[in-house]
């Protein structure tokens, strides 16, 4: 068991009972049982007595399948599906607040938006805000581009996936 | 159809489930409940002292019977008095169903008056929980509750009911049928991996069954026998396997592990199959995990996936029932002489065997074996805390029948053993029940003799009375130079700081005191033979040590036998 472990990290998608406290379930969970959460998102599905959880989890193969296995065994969870076992899509959504100290500035941010297919969603006296959907190559790559007009906050959702057909 | 209160719901619901006893002590958020209690006869409750009490009490039911315990509290602290109950039973697998009042649903989050959130405490120490603020939820809680409790892999299921739900009214109309979405337990082992099962004993030339507390939750302990004789593979339990095989069939091993027998940990560390039913490969079973039965193709039947290579790497996983799963083994083994295997076992039980001094001194090993000598044919159900007192009686008293043995394994928890002697003497009114305690823990739930007393169960406590908190104590001796820090609980005169015998007679039931060996036996028989309850206060030699020990942290291989 002293191996050395590589973690990665993976996508498992969580059908759960929309339910008081479910998400304080599966949180306490993962913090008794010492797994790390990279990203957690959830919200209702078509059947409204259904809510999807999308958790991002750093591990190796060893905990992932303890991940799961322990997921299962809340009553409140539905079904575990590990999305990385095959083709899935996720997206993430972003909010950039930027720093645009004059008009040029502001200009050029809007010019990074415009190429970058990202939208201006709010424009203030010093700051824009930029929000953008996504992989995580594609959000990186914004927060790359925008970062040198300095960055006043960020809020991101972590990643919603769903299986490929 | 007519509308009746909450309470009335939920003792119908109880009554539904076929609860005839609960454990529980009132409080502010229970008044209804309990009103409505004593005006029904169908349901007996019992007053504890303390509710970590009745929490242990529904436990020792559960296990004694196999039946789902109930405890029952008032919010706030009488609900966190629950919590060590709840979690001694949720580490050991053990269906009880916990009740808990609570404070006016307007109230709850307002840190009103005895109120204590119960599902956020109890989530990691429960299989589920329930708080119930809507009436017409109420009797299909309980039917789930049940339900969860007392399949797939047992457990503690808690309701947390406020007081005002329990006065509000609704028709009552009890479920038929259980659906919940997100659980449905796997029963029936997948016969791919149970073919998979006999092809490797067929190989094997030295397998093991090794089985854990699984066997007799599941019901199993006759298949597993059958199984066992059948096919010819020698057996070792877990401590909570004891009574599933009975240990003086000669093919049983005893105990394996920290304290196990040497020949079973021999056995384990020399098998080419170990076949785990019902177990879950714990620390103190598999000592340091890399050094582990190195030799063996590891077979795990669980019913729980999660214990399924959470410890060790197992090579044939099968998922379900013990009791279905062996069935269907018992059809494809066959049996085979495996003669170089069962010397080698008969010759270190030859050479290893569990020992003790044997001179005139007073030793805990040697009450435990005249207990067992005078208990034969009797129905007898053994309780222990925790520690030393739980260790010796784990060696020393062969079990042989599945339910006779209460303990707290997962947990380890003194001051258990005393009120779950209690419950299981309510479920089994016509068993001898008893509890062997140490000075220590028995002084943990002692306010439970007035339960004992008052509800005439005649519970027999046999304290082995060393004046220390032993195990740590041995631990001390062994590994700390023998600094016994904080481990000594009476200085010179055991008999003194408190005086059990006198202790026992300020409730009203019997005391004992025994301070020779040549007396064990008749202070024994007088106690059994006795109406009501009895504490038989044994003075032993102060510093023995149980062996064989296996050091924390090192392969089961390395053990130390002490002097003897």
């Known amino acids: 068991m002293e191996k050395k472990k590589k973690m990665d990290k993976f996508v498992v998608s969580v059908l759960v009972e929309n339910k008081f406290g479910v998400l304080a379930r599966v949180a306490g969970l993962f913090s008794a049982r010492g797994f790390n959460i990279d990203s957690l998102a959830v919200g209702k599905t078509e059947d409204p007595e259904v809510s999807r959880m999308t958790i991002v989890v750093e591990a190796d193969e060893r905990i992932l399948e303890q991940v799961e296995k322990q997921l299962n065994k809340l009553i409140d969870v539905i079904r575990v599906q590990d999305l990385t076992k095959g083709d899935y899509v996720a997206r993430e959504l972003i909010l950039l607040k930027v720093r645009t100290s004059d008009a040029k ?61 | 159809m007519s509308k009746i209160t909450g309470a009335e719901i939920l003792i119908k619901s109880l009554q539904q489930e076929g609860v005839k006893h609960i454990f529980g002590y009132p409080g502010g ?28 009490a529904a436990d020792g ?72 603020k809507d009436i017409k939820d109420l009797a299909r809680v309980v039917k789930e509750a049940f339900h969860i409790a007392r399949t797939g892999r047992p457990g503690p299921v808690l309701i947390d009911l406020p007081v005002d739900v329990q006065l509000q009214e609704a028709e009552f109309k009890y479920p038929k049928t259980v659906n919940i979405k997100g659980y449905k337990p796997n029963y029936k082992g997948h016969p791919v991996q149970i073919e998979k099962i006999a092809k490797a004993i067929e190989k094997s030339e030295k397998p093991l069954l090794y089985v854990g507390g699984g066997v007799i939750l599941s019901g199993a302990s006759g298949e597993l026998t059958r199984l066992a004789r059948k096919s010819n593979i020698p057996v070792t339990t877990t401590m ?78 099968v998922i379900g029932d013990a009791k279905t799963v062996l069935k269907e083994l018992i059809r494809v083994v ?6 170089d295997w069962h010397d080698t076992i008969r010759n270190w039980k030859k050479v290893l065997p569990l020992k003790y001094k044997s001179d005139d001194k007073l030793r805990p090993q040697y009450i435990i074996e005249q207990i067992r000598q005078l208990t034969r044919g009797e129905e007898v159900i053994i309780a222990t ?24 394994g997962g947990l380890g928890t003194m001051g258990y053993g005393f009120p779950a002697a209690i419950g299981a003497q309510v479920g089994k009114p016509e068993s001898l ?79 004992i005191r025994v301070t020779a060996k040549k007396d064990v036996k008749k202070a024994l028989k007088q106690a059994f033979k006795a109406k009501g309850p009895v504490i038989v206060d044994f003075i032993v030699e102060r510093e023995e040590n149980v062996f064989p020990m296996v050091p924390a942290g090192e392969s089961i291989s390395n053990m130390l036998h002490g002097l003897a």
Request: glycine content about 8%.
């Open chain 2, 29 to 56: 958020s229970v008044i209804p409940l309990t009103d409505k209690l004593y005006q029904q006869k169908d349901i007996r409750v019992h007053l504890t002292r303390h509710e970590q009490a009745a929490a242990h």
């Open chain 2, 385 to 408: 805390e925790v520690g030393q007192n739980q260790m010796w009686a784990a060696q020393h008293f062969t079990y042989s029948d599945p339910r006779t043995w209460l303990s707290s």
């Open chain 2, 240 to 317: 909570m396997g004891l009574g599933a095989f009975p240990e003086d069939d000669e093919l049983s091993l005893g105990m394996l592990g920290m304290h196990g027998t040497a020949y079973a940990n021999h056995a384990t560390q020399e098998a080419d199959l170990i076949i785990a039913v019902g177990a879950r490969f714990d620390d103190r079973v598999t000592g340091r995990l890399d050094t582990f039965a190195p030799n063996a193709t590891i077979v795990h039947i669980d019913i729980d996936p999660s214990s399924v290579s959470k410890n060790v790497p197992v090579d044939i996983p």
């Open chain 2, 61 to 132: 039911y559960a296990r004694a019977t196999g039946t789902v315990g109930v405890c029952m509290t008032t919010s706030g602290p009488g609900a966190t008095n629950l919590v060590t109950g709840i979690a001694t039973a949720y580490m050991d697998s053990i269906p009880i169903v916990a009740i808990t009042g609570q404070v006016k649903c307007n109230l709850i989050g307002n840190d009103a008056f005895q109120e204590a959130d119960m599902v956020g405490i109890t989530r990691p120490i429960t299989k589920h929980n329930y708080l119930v």
């Open chain 2, 433 to 511: 029940v008893i509890d062997i305690a140490g000075d220590g823990s028995i002084q943990m739930n002692i306010q439970e003799l007035a339960t004992a007393v008052l509800e005439k169960l005649p519970v027999k406590i046999i304290i082995l009375n060393n004046g220390y908190l032993g195990m740590v104590r041995q631990w001390q001796e062994l590994f700390y130079s023998k600094r016994y820090a904080l481990t000594t609980l009476a200085e010179k005169d055991l008999t003194k700081c408190p005086d059990f015998v006198k202790l026992a007679e300020s409730y009203g039931a019997k005391g």
């Open chain 1, 105 to 165: 500035v502001r200009e050029k941010v809007v010019r990074v938006a415009e190429t970058t297919g990202a939208e201006i969603v709010d424009v203030g006296k010093r700051s824009i805000t930029v929000e953008d959907t996504g992989d995580e190559h594609k959000i990186n790559a914004l927060m790359e581009l925008l970062r040198p007009y300095g960055i006043l906050e960020i809020v991101r959702t972590g990643k919603v996936a769903l299986p490929s057909e």
């Open chain 2, 334 to 339: 066959k049996k085979r002489p495996y003669k």
